[in-house]
């Protein structure tokens, strides 16, 4: 069974900067897409970056492109997400995800069948 574990959430002000680290146990795959997901109170799930494993190719949408990077340490099993200037409409729960194969990660969504993890909070202040 895979688990993720996200860690390195917290409380900052705005023009801050965080890194939250999935990482991930249990059963791999040849191919697979990690990625790291958000949801503010009230709005839908966001994708905001992904990467596959163990190619390395990341996906990040153009409205957090400049301020959101994603990382893979194969060898830790491990993603981080650095998070330049960050603002206050990024105050949401952040999720690591993985999911079966490749396919998903150029359209930052999950299947049914994806692993996600207990999420972490971050808040930022204006």
């Known amino acids: 069974q895979v688990q993720l574990v996200e860690s390195g959430g917290g409380s900052v002000q705005a023009g801050g900067s965080l890194r939250l680290s999935c990482e991930a146990s249990?059963?791999?795959?040849?191919?697979?897409?990690m990625g790291w997901f958000r949801q503010a109170q009230g709005k839908e799930r966001e994708g905001l970056a992904t990467?596959?494993?163990?190619?390395?190719?990341?996906y990040v949408p153009d409205s957090v492109k400049d301020r959101f990077t994603i990382f893979r340490d194969n060898a830790k099993n491990t993603v981080d997400l650095q998070m330049l200037s960050l603002k206050p409409e990024d105050t949401a729960i952040y999720y690591c995800a993985l999911d079966y194969g490749t396919a998903n990660c150029a359209t930052l969504r999950m299947s049914d069948r994806a692993y996600w993890g207990q999420g972490t909070q971050v808040t930022v202040s204006s």
């Open positions: 249990g059963m791999f795959f040849r191919n697979a897409c």
């Open positions: 990467i596959t494993v163990p190619g390395g190719r990341t």
